[in-house]
Every structure is written in C-alpha cells, then in structure tokens.
C-alpha cells in the first residue's frame, strides 16, 4: 500500500491510475484470498496447518484457485496488481525526469 501513496504523490497520470487499479487489484485478491480461508476453515473446523497437508489431492480446483489468488497478490505479470505497481513505477519515472 505504500506503492499506492507514492502513485498519488506522484500527481501523474500513470501513476494516479496505477494506484486506483493496485487498490482494486489488492481489495479483490485480499477479499478472494480470506474468502478461501473461510471456506477451508467451514470444512476442516481448524487453524493447525499440518492437517491441511495433500489439500491438493482432496480439492484440486480450490488449490489451483488459492495458487492464482495468491500469486495475484504478489503482484506476478499478467496481474492486475503487477500492472498496477508498474504504471506506480512509470508515474514516478515521469516525475523525476
């Protein structure tokens, strides 16, 4: 979240609309991510991670979900969130040539 404050500080184009699609990106990998959780924890009634082991055999399309989710969220290419930290990057670019 810090790259969103310094996209807005930027007061650029890119950099202001790099920050809007981080927050977006950010609020529906996050909510996506808890919502996972939530579901996995309704189904097993427990935080001990050792039980979660062979999650994939169990439930193939929950982990390719939880996989993408996650690596949504931290910020992979082809994402919403990387394309937002990368048009952060280009706003600040701009204002320091």
Request: include cysteine; aromatic fraction near 16%; proline fraction near 2%.
């Amino acid at each position: 979240m810090a790259l969103v404050t310094v996209g807005i500080f930027s007061f650029t184009t890119q950099g202001i609309l790099g920050s809007i699609l981080l927050m977006v990106g950010h609020g529906l990998t996050s909510s996506a991510l808890f919502l996972l959780i939530g579901l996995l924890y309704e189904r097993y009634h427990t935080r001990i991670i050792k039980y979660y082991g062979g999650l994939i055999h169990t439930m193939p399309i929950f982990s390719v979900f939880f996989i993408v989710f996650t690596l949504g969220n931290l910020g992979l290419p082809i994402t919403s969130n990387f394309i937002g930290e990368f048009l952060i990057l280009v706003g600040c670019f701009f204002t320091n040539s």
